[in-house]
């Protein structure tokens, strides 16, 4: 049975580690290559690099960092910002990234999506979706989420099925950096609505919210703050996900028993 | 020993992760798509992302369709990853109208519905009887099309997800998995390390070796 993946998410700026709230004031929390070691030494299932500045600031993705990550790391990695065209993933994937995710340029022309999943296949793209509330249903936010569009993010994650997506990273704007725990009714919404897996992201404060997250129907479960600030660890997260009894992967750090 | 390994430049797949993974155990990694280097390569790795029909036209027009069938009959070492594997099967319903290098007479289907597809992750793989080099454990996935049955001849580790698949299959020193061994953490580093022993020692460098 597949398990439940536990994923810690580097936002990388400049070579840097960051984290800010709401996408704001930005902290620097580590070197990239030095965290993600940590995180497969505890039993990391994956770990999902944003290079948050790349779309802001149009330029393109930061490939030195991903080849660093690359040459140390044994588990999958998945790669985010600056991706604007099917040559800025080649460049991603040819240093070393396992997944791309792609976010604003996929809003801009959803062409992208197909375009990646026939060069690539669909298991190598992702799409980002940062979303937020309204009163009438989940909209999308686009260009690092600083931009409110009036699409539905169920809407949305349809069209990116169906254009060929292996994968949906789903992150609550509202909740992101806030620990008031993941949009629970975001994920339920969105795992009815597609059956690709989602990676759960936005507003993690501790272990229980995990838990939440895979019973809302996430494949995966992503956190930055709660793992950079050492107030939680991958493996005392997979013991209480197992305790929950919800698969994980067993690993020698973690002790956790299939 | 010289630990060198020949890595396929199929077009279409990122070999990165597959390179990066051998270099850390010490070996040598060549990349390349030279049909001459490839049939004379002692080690072979047949990396795969991407699509069934895609790298089948890509193989064929480079002329490594028919080395990797000459070296699979022949039973000298061979790796193959993920869609790697599914390129030594027959057909995959990715690409109904492909013909794949027909190593054995499977068909690659889809998922069924009810699960998450594509399978991201990581899943159990349990190692099946005559299993030399593979040995039960979690291992990481990518893939939306598997093998259902074992073929002929060759040993089969299993996964489930919505049903049993085959998570890989090896006879002797060739070696296919559906899973990424390069991803699958110290127990991929280990599979990977034994296939290299095998390849590379004195059982693997005898042409033929002995199915399993």
């Given amino acids: 049975m597949l398990a439940l993946r536990v994923v810690p998410c580097l936002d990388v700026r400049a070579g840097r580690v960051v984290k800010g709230v709401r996408f704001e004031g930005l902290r620097d929390m580590g070197d990239p290559v030095e965290l993600a070691l940590a995180y497969e030494g505890q039993g990391a299932d994956e770990l999902v690099v944003l290079d948050i500045s790349a779309s802001l600031e149009s330029r393109g993705p930061d490939t030195e960092t991903v080849a660093r990550l690359r040459a140390a790391l044994s588990i999958p990695v998945t790669v985010g910002g600056g991706v604007t065209d099917v040559d800025a993933a080649r460049r991603l994937l040819e240093a070393g990234a396992d997944k791309v995710a792609v976010n604003s340029a996929a809003l801009a022309r959803p062409q992208l999506v197909a375009d990646l999943a026939r060069a690539f296949g669909g298991q190598c793209t992702v799409v980002s979706i940062d979303a937020f509330r309204t009163g009438s249903g989940y909209r999308v936010a686009g260009r690092s989420a600083t931009e409110r569009t009036e699409r539905s993010v169920l809407d949305w994650a349809r069209d990116v099925e169906q254009l060929g997506a292996g994968e949906i990273l789903a992150t609550s704007i509202d909740r992101d950096g806030t620990r008031s725990g993941y949009d629970l009714e975001l994920l339920r919404a969105l795992s009815d609505t597609v059956s690709l897996p989602i990676i759960a992201s936005g507003g993690v404060d501790g272990y229980p919210d995990l838990i939440a997250g895979a019973r809302a129907g996430a494949s995966a479960v992503l956190a930055a703050s709660m793992f950079h600030e050492g107030e939680g660890t991958v493996d005392g997260a997979k013991l209480a996900l197992a305790a929950a009894g919800i698969v994980v992967r067993s690993s020698r750090a973690s002790g956790v028993t299939p | ?212």
């Fill in chain 2, 1 to 212: 020993m010289n630990r060198e390994i020949y890595l396929l430049r199929t077009g279409v797949a990122n070999l990165a992760s597959v390179e990066a993974a051998f270099e850390r155990l010490g070996a040598r990694v060549r990349i390349g798509s030279d049909p001459d280097e490839a049939r004379a390569a002692q080690a072979l790795v047949l990396p795969g992302v991407g699509r069934f029909g895609v790298a089948m036209n890509a193989l064929r027009e480079t002329g490594l369709d028919s080395v990797l069938k000459d070296r699979l009959e022949s039973r000298r070492p061979l790796l193959a990853i993920c869609l790697g594997l599914q390129l030594l099967g027959q057909s995959s319903a990715e690409s109904p109208r492909a013909r794949g290098l027909g190593a054995f007479d499977l068909s690659a289907r889809p998922f069924p519905a009810g699960v998450r597809s594509p399978q991201l992750g990581w899943n159990r793989m349990e190692a099946g009887e005559g299993c030399r080099l593979l040995r039960s454990g979690w291992v990481a996935y990518a893939n939306g099309f598997r093998f259902e049955r074992r073929p002929v001849g060759w040993s089969a580790a299993w996964s489930d997800h919505g049903g049993r698949f085959i998570a890989a299959l090896e006879r002797g020193p060739q070696l296919a998995c559906q899973f990424h061994p390069e991803l699958s953490g110290a127990l991929g580093a280990d599979l990977l390390e034994r296939w290299l022993q095998r390849a590379l020692g004195p059982a693997g460098a005898l042409a033929g070796g002995t199915a399993c």
